[in-house]
């Protein structure tokens, strides 16, 4: 991935299972990779693959506008931040049903749009969003976290025809069970038996950060320079069932 070398790409929630593999992954590119996550403890233990850190909360936008005036433009940005939390629809209420579309959708593309405004992309710079298959054939239990999902292709596909002016690429990457995050999560919430039937599903097993973290470098390289407003399905084959 050389030809990721010396490029600037931020990382938000950075300090997360997949968000961290993304900045191992970049700095072993040679990349110049920005973490932003909301805890300087947990920033400051993955400070050994990256360039810079800050802290960020996507909840409090009032500090947005200097956290992103401290930083330079940059050639990438990547969208890892999610809150997921499983339950029946007819135990989801409308508050948290709008948390999670808030912190899903609506914050991460406010904190993009300051950043264009601020003009701190530069040409060519491609953006990332992390989705989910939830968001492509829908889970039990999932039905907010499905709905942002969801919402986040329609997002993907409109940036992608406004910025493609300025010759900015807006992609999401949809990513199946991985191995760390909210997948080991599920791991603790059900049996081994039931655990094992579900990674039965996918034809290739279940996946890793490291896989996610290959996909998304890819598409913040010049190699994927013609691709803008597709998702990418990393899932070993779950969704062909």
């Not at 800050?54 to 936008?61: E, G, N």
């Not at 499983?86 to 609506?106: H, I, R, S």
Request: aromatic share 6%; hydrophobic share 50%.
């Amino acid at each position: 991935m050389s030809e990721l070398s010396g490029k600037r790409v931020a990382v938000l929630g950075a300090t997360g299972a997949i968000g961290s593999s993304i900045l191992r992954h970049l700095h072993a590119a040679q990349a110049h990779p920005l973490a932003f996550g909301r805890s300087a403890e947990k920033l400051a233990a993955i400070s050994g693959v990256t360039a810079e850190s800050q802290v960020l909360d996507l909840r409090k936008p009032d500090a947005w506008d200097s956290a992103i005036a401290a930083i330079a433009p940059l050639d990438g940005l990547v969208v890892a931040t999610g809150k997921l939390e499983v339950l029946p629809f007819g135990l989801l209420t409308a508050e948290k049903f709008a948390e999670t579309l808030e912190t899903n959708v609506v914050a991460p593309a406010a904190f993009l749009r300051c950043l264009l405004r601020a003009k701190k992309l530069n040409p060519g710079a491609s953006v990332v969003f992390i989705g989910s298959i939830s968001g492509i054939r829908g889970a039990a239990g999932h039905a907010a976290y499905a709905a942002s999902k969801s919402a986040l292709l329609g997002l993907v596909r409109t940036l992608a025809l406004e910025l493609a002016p300025r010759k900015i690429r807006v992609n999401t990457l949809s990513p199946g069970l991985v191995d760390e995050g909210m997948g080991a999560a599920f791991r603790a919430h059900v049996t081994p038996e039931q655990f094992a039937a579900y990674v039965g599903t996918y034809p290739l097993g279940a996946g890793t950060t490291a896989d996610v973290a290959g996909a998304v470098s890819f598409l913040l390289s010049p190699s994927s320079r013609w691709i803008t407003g597709q998702d990418l399905v990393v899932d070993g084959g779950a969704t062909l069932r």
